[in-house]
């Protein structure tokens, strides 16, 4: 599916480009968007070894263990694949924490730490297992209390009322994102192959 | 009462990062007695490969959102689609946003700027906007970045549910908005 994804966003962009008279903006926007895909892996960097240091930490001294075990409920219906002990459910739950207290720049990190968990339980390494779907299914559908600072900052007082409409929406959409990935992983298609 | 909650929570939200900075090598210093220095080193280096890995995954989407949007074709799908969207009681206005959110966080952040400051904060056009963009993710972004940080190119069928989450989340943000606020 992604493979017609990302064709398909080129070829209409290459057509409504041409449409539109805006062939120059795409092409620029081809050369620039390569260039930024660099500055943010670069920028990540730090980021993302401030995070796993502090992480390295939680997890020697025994703290992800503790907060994986008292979601044990959660995390095995959620997870029936992944043991419950297993240091990738602790780094699901941090992720998830993070995405819930609109800390973005902590949730990246933890939830590629994740993934790399995921992977090593993972027979076929280049196909995705039930649990990253899962996981990502949760992860995309935005589960989120506090709203990002750029939005409080853009919609000042106004924020209080998006407050109730966002919690509601993301509690809506997250539903529907683990009944989805629940309900297609057992459609043949999707079929994990093992 | 409501007000005065979700001020304290954001505000308590500010002491998070720097909180969990200090506390967690506490645990791990004074509790568990482990040398956090060297732990911490430890972990960080990991960071430096991780993001390496994710560039050739992040410049395959990140150049073919970018062509997409560059060209316009936004705004001529949104002519075709005027008519389906009266019908159904969905804001015009707010379609940009919805259709880039899953593309683009910064994309959609533009829009939703360009959408408080045409229309004021207090608009419903506004609200809607704002709380679409924060009970959707950038799932184009999050698949290309989490899966080709582990080397995954077959994704199943976790594209498909991200995208049902999101078209979930943003009729919601719609038609609850329009329900409490319209």
Redesign the interface.
């Known amino acids: 599916m992604l493979n017609y994804i990302w064709f398909g966003m080129m070829a209409i962009g290459l057509i409504a480009g041409v449409i539109t008279g805006n062939i120059d903006a795409v092409t620029q926007a081809a050369i620039d968007m390569a260039k930024t895909a660099v500055e943010i892996a670069i920028g990540l960097i730090g980021i993302m070894a401030l995070w796993l240091g502090i992480m390295k930490i939680a997890e020697e001294s025994g703290l992800i263990r503790l907060i994986a075990r008292g979601l044990r409920p959660v995390t095995i219906r959620l997870f029936p694949d992944v043991p419950p002990d297993h240091p990738a459910i602790g780094s699901i739950i941090l992720n998830m924490a993070a995405n819930i207290l609109g800390l973005g720049n902590a949730a990246t990190p933890l939830g590629l730490k994740a993934m790399e968990e995921l992977q090593e339980l993972n027979p076929k390494k280049d196909t995705a297992t039930n649990a990253m779907c899962t996981f990502l299914a949760i992860n995309t559908s935005s589960v989120q209390l506090i709203l990002p600072a750029t939005v409080v900052g853009l919609m000042g007082v106004a924020s209080n009322q998006i407050f109730i409409t966002t919690i509601i929406a993301t509690s809506l959409s997250t539903v529907a994102g683990i009944v989805a990935v629940k309900t297609m992983e057992k459609w043949k298609r999707y079929r994990e192959v093992s | 009462m409501?007000?005065t909650i979700?001020t304290a929570?954001?505000t308590a939200?500010k002491f998070?990062?720097p909180g969990?900075?200090v506390l967690?090598?506490l645990?791990?210093l004074f509790?568990?007695k482990?040398k956090?220095y060297e732990?911490?080193?430890?972990?960080?280096?990991?960071?430096?490969t991780?993001?390496?890995r994710?560039?050739p995954y992040?410049?395959?989407?990140?150049?073919?959102?970018?062509?997409?949007?560059?060209?316009?074709?936004l705004?001529?799908l949104l002519k075709f689609m005027a008519p389906v969207l009266n019908a159904i009681g969905f804001p015009p206005e707010n379609v940009p946003l919805a259709l880039m959110r899953?593309l683009s966080g910064s994309g959609s952040?533009g829009l939703?700027?360009d959408l408080?400051n045409t229309y004021g904060?207090?608009s419903l056009i506004?609200?809607i906007g704002?709380?679409?963009?924060?009970?959707?993710?950038?799932?184009?972004y999050?698949?290309a970045?989490?899966?080709g940080?582990?080397?995954?190119?077959?994704?199943?069928?976790?594209?498909?549910?991200?995208l049902?989450?999101?078209?979930?989340?943003i009729f919601?943000?719609v038609y609850?908005?329009k329900l409490?606020?319209g």
């Open positions: 409501l007000e979700i929570i954001n939200a998070i990062i969990l900075l967690i090598p645990y791990g509790v568990k482990i956090v732990v911490f080193v430890e972990g960080a280096k990991d960071g430096f991780i993001a390496v994710i560039i992040l410049v395959a989407i990140l150049v073919a959102i970018g062509m997409f949007r560059a060209s316009g074709a705004d001529l899953p952040l939703l700027t408080v904060a207090d506004a609200k704002a709380t679409m963009f924060g009970s959707t993710e950038t799932t184009f999050v698949l970045v989490y899966f940080s582990v080397g995954v190119t077959k994704s199943r069928h976790a594209l498909p549910a991200g049902i989450a999101d078209a979930v989340g919601s943000a609850i908005c409490l606020l």
